[in-house]
């Protein structure tokens, strides 16, 4: 696998790739990638086979490249089990709404309190958690510009 180093996904240039200790949900390879600019994420070592590449693009064509790989999964469980076809909307959105539902979930765990319950008082300790130099800290922007 170390021919991917200095190959790209997206706009980022591999630096290193290494194996890495866990494994996705049915059991399957995932690396620890490091790009040049100091970017470290893991991916399976499935999708790093179709997305990586010699020369670099963009977030929308990395993005696109991946939507296709789900989609053409979740194309394959849809034609696997043979679903009817006026079934397959409702399907899809007890997908997505159980997506959510589970997200929800998570969020609640981390911030150990409902959505409604969170006021920016604990914003500001959670990001206080993740401050390096361990003081409290709010980004606050007045620009409303994009950039």
Known sequence: MNKYIGFYIGPNKIRTFTKSKRSTFFGKEVYQIEYENGIKEERPKEIIEKIAGKEQYDWSTLRDKIGRIVTEQIL?????????????????????????ENLEKATEFLWKKKIYDRTIHDVQEILTQFQEDGRQKLDIKTDTKQG
């Open 76 to 100: 394959i469980i849809l034609l696997e089990t043979e679903i009817k076809l006026e079934d397959i909307d409702f399907v899809l959105q007890l997908t997505a709404r159980s997506l959510k």
